[in-house]
C-alpha cells in the first residue's frame, strides 16, 4: 500500500496549483479516493473525493466547490486535485486517501479512510 503526494509549495492567491497523488495499483484499485488538508491549529478538513466507477460524484468540501477540481489518471495510478483561484485559507497540508470498500455518502466526508499518504505543504500567500 502506498499513497505519495507531491506538487505542493508556495503560490500567490488566485493562482492555479496542481496536486498529485502517486498510487500502488493495489492502492489505486481502492473503492474511493479523496483529498484532506489540514492547515496548523485545526482539524482535518475534507477536500474532495471520487469513486472508481459509478456511484455518484465526485465530492467536494463547501470551501473549494467551484475552484478545486479532482480527478485520476487509471493508466498511470495517479489522482489529481486541480486547484484554481487559491487564497490564504487554502493554506495547509494536503494529504491523499483510499479506501478499499465502497463508502456511503455520509462517510465520504469522514476522514476515516483505509490508507493514507503523506502530505504535501501548499502555502497560499496574500
Known amino acids: 500500500v502506498q499513497l505519495q503526494a507531491s506538487g505542493g509549495g508556495l503560490v500567490q492567491a488566485g493562482a492555479s496549483l496542481r496536486l498529485s497523488c502517486a498510487a500502488s495499483?493495489?492502492?489505486?484499485?481502492?473503492?474511493?479516493m479523496a483529498w484532506f488538508r489540514q492547515a496548523p491549529g485545526k482539524e482535518r478538513e475534507f477536500v474532495a473525493a471520487?469513486?472508481?466507477?459509478?456511484?455518484?460524484?465526485?465530492y467536494y468540501g463547501d470551501s473549494v466547490k467551484g475552484r478545486f477540481s479532482i480527478s485520476r489518471d487509471n493508466a498511470k495510478n495517479t489522482l489529481y486535485l486541480q486547484m484554481n483561484s487559491v487564497n490564504p485559507e487554502d493554506t495547509a497540508v494536503y494529504s491523499c486517501?483510499?479506501?478499499?470498500?465502497?463508502?456511503?455518502?455520509?462517510?465520504?466526508?469522514?476522514?476515516?479512510?483505509?490508507?493514507w499518504g503523506q502530505g504535501t505543504l501548499v502555502t497560499v500567500s496574500s
Open positions: 486517501a483510499a479506501n478499499r470498500n465502497r463508502l456511503p455518502l455520509s462517510a465520504v466526508t469522514r476522514p476515516r479512510y483505509d490508507y
Open positions: 471520487i469513486r472508481r466507477s459509478g456511484g455518484g460524484g465526485p
Open positions: 495499483a493495489l492502492t489505486f484499485s481502492s473503492s474511493i
